[in-house]
């Protein structure tokens, strides 16, 4: 099966509201994750990573915890922008490996 | 700031026809990567390197070689282009650690005909 996992394809939201993207992995190493931000014909670019159980990171707003017991690295935003309207994908590194697995992404669109 | 660049930015090929397609980094990264980006399938992994003369095959190798002649440039190749390889392709680069961030190049839009 696929290393890591992003149930939502398209998701719509009316500026103001919050979002929450899931992302779950497999892994039988010590994991880190990331999650990558795709704006319209621009190239990936970080948005924030996590290698800590337990521990919320944030950056410019959204935020993320590594959950080690459920495997998931849920993006949360508590009000969405119109800016955030975006590509978004989730990717996992496996300690002592040096190649990324990239989730399907999940194509945020915010309207106003 | 990372700087990663890739040529052509737009590449229209003839099926059956080589395609070369070029990444340059000026941060001295010892890691580089090659993904297709489809509808669907997200980023997929080609192919990457640890560092000059040094290639890996990645999730979706077939089809594709690679080289890696220096630190700075790492090359992805079609010998046969196919109309199943039309896709937008990325180049990355990345220090050698596992938690290290990739720095993506602008992208290669491919059409094979």
């Known amino acids: 099966g696929d290393s890591v996992t992003q149930t939502e394809g398209l998701v719509t939201l009316t500026k103001g509201l919050p979002v929450m993207l899931n992302c779950t992995y497999q892994t039988t190493y010590s994991p880190f994750l990331f999650w990558y931000v795709q704006h319209l014909n621009e190239a990936p670019k970080l948005l924030l990573k996590?290698?800590?159980?337990?521990k919320r990171t944030e950056h410019q707003g959204f935020y993320a915890t590594l959950h080690k017991s459920s495997s998931s690295f849920h993006l949360q935003k508590s009000s969405v922008q119109l800016s955030d309207s975006a590509l978004y994908f989730c990717?996992?590194?496996?300690?002592?490996?040096?190649?990324?697995?990239f989730g399907k992404g999940t194509s945020l669109t915010v309207i106003p | 700031e990372a700087a990663v660049t890739q040529s052509p930015r737009n590449k229209v090929a003839v099926t059956g026809g080589k395609v070369t397609l070029s990444c340059n980094q000026t941060?001295?990264?010892?890691?580089m990567y090659w993904y297709r980006q489809d509808t669907g399938h997200g980023l997929r992994l080609i192919h990457y390197s640890y560092g000059a003369g040094s290639t890996e095959k990645g999730d979706i190798p077939d089809g594709y070689k690679a080289s890696r002649p220096s630190q700075e440039n790492f090359s992805l190749i079609l010998e046969l282009a196919t109309p199943s390889q039309t896709s937008v392709y990325f180049c990355a680069s990345g220090e050698r650690t596992s938690y290290a961030e990739q720095f993506f190049g602008p992208g290669t839009r491919l059409t094979v005909l």
């Open positions: 990717a996992l590194i496996e300690a002592g490996y040096q190649n990324f697995y």
């Open positions: 941060n001295n990264h010892n890691n």
């Open positions: 996590s290698s800590t159980d337990n």
